[in-house]
């Protein structure tokens, strides 16, 4: 027979718990008129069916039809075995500050594409502090429903989540205020202080509310290698050629080597796009006066001796490297792209194109 209630409150808590259920099992019989008692720090729901019949914060409340009106409509309805007992689930919520360890799994891309080259594969570890807002959305949100809900539970939840909110927000800071490799582990506590804000309308969704955020970022040791094999900035060939200066700007002693090594590789690659702008306008005027049986116009610089081939195109190009292929302006590849002649694929904020596409293009 089930055991009728006439007190509701959690008497112990587990120290990890975030949520419990009363009772842990079965169905909670409630008398009417019983007590509850919410201790600081809680929030008790009554639920029914899926739906809240009523939320109490904390203290001593006579449970009456008047602080869970919808008791009313339940007893005329016959719902109910007795005139003076309603079935209900209670679920217990710490609003209390939840102090969580972070750390990302895979490095987080962070895009910056006025700043060679163009990504940062940033890592990064910490704690961060959030708290229960809203109890029946969270409850939702986590799909909490069960008798006891730990903070394993709740960190399995948010952790995959904040590692994209990270990723989109860093990439808008970047862009927005200019933001190159160097700022993006130098300035982690400002960081902090902004992605807080940023990071509130998420936690607003799941009923959650962040108190702090304390996540110190850096970047990973071979983030150039990681983000050119995404497609970003440079070629691969490039990328061994500036192995010395990414030494450099990984180096501890301060940001500004950062600075000089980024820098200095985008002057590297701008060089090596000139040397492949060259190469392929020679191998266009060869195969054009190939095809119309004519030599090369006057002045036309003659195609590179046989056993010297001209370095290939790279596999994934920027709009600005696919610009200087076309001897165009980047904007007449953009526009190219988003009238659909030129296929592209978008990444983020950031078009990279092919080369495959580009031959196409090419060929008309």
Not at 178 to 188: E, I, N, R, V
Not at 194 to 222: K, R, T, W, Y
Not at 257 to 274: I, N
Not at 324 to 334: A, C, G, I, K, R
């Amino acid at each position: 027979m089930p055991k009728i209630f006439d007190r509701v409150a959690v008497e112990s808590w587990q120290r990890d718990e975030v949520i419990q259920k009363f009772p842990r099992e079965g169905l909670g019989d409630i008398k009417l008129g019983s007590q509850l008692i919410v201790n600081p720090g809680e929030t008790a729901v009554f639920v029914r069916g899926g739906e809240a019949m009523g939320t109490f914060t904390p203290g001593r409340h006579t449970l009456t039809t008047e602080n869970i009106p919808m008791l009313t409509n339940l007893f005329e309805a016959g719902l109910f075995g007795g005139a003076n007992v309603f079935t209900a689930d209670v679920y217990f919520v710490k609003t209390t500050d939840l102090t969580l360890k972070w750390g990302t799994v895979n490095p987080i891309i962070v895009e910056h594409p006025q700043r060679m080259p163009g990504a940062s594969a940033i890592v990064g570890n910490g704690t961060y502090v959030t708290k229960v807002k809203d109890p029946w959305r969270f409850l939702n949100a986590l799909d909490a429903f069960r008798p006891s809900v730990r903070f394993q539970e709740v960190k399995a939840r948010l952790d995959p989540m904040l590692a994209i909110m990270i990723s989109d927000k860093l990439s808008e800071l970047a862009i927005a205020k200019g933001l190159g490799p160097a700022q993006l582990q130098s300035f982690t506590k400002e960081l902090n202080s902004l992605l807080v804000g940023l990071l509130q309308e998420e936690f607003d969704a799941i009923g959650m509310v962040l108190v702090d955020f304390a996540i110190n970022m850096s970047l990973h040791p071979d983030s150039l290698k990681v983000v050119t094999n995404m497609g970003y900035g440079t070629s691969y060939t490039q990328k061994q050629q500036a192995d010395a200066l990414m030494a450099a700007a990984s180096n501890p002693s301060g940001g500004a080597l950062s600075e000089v090594g980024f820098g200095a590789m985008g002057m590297a690659a701008m060089q090596q796009q000139q040397m492949q702008q060259q190469m392929l306008q020679q191998q266009l005027a060869a195969q054009q006066a190939a095809q119309g049986g004519q030599a090369p116009a006057t002045g036309a610089t003659p195609p590179p001796a046989t056993g010297s081939p001209p370095p290939p195109m790279p596999d994934v190009m920027t709009p600005e490297q696919a610009a200087e292929f076309l001897q165009v302006t980047p904007q007449d590849v953009l526009a190219a792209i988003e009238a659909g002649d030129l296929k592209a694929k978008k990444i983020g904020a950031a078009y990279r194109i092919s080369k495959a596409n580009l031959e196409a293009f090419l060929g008309g």
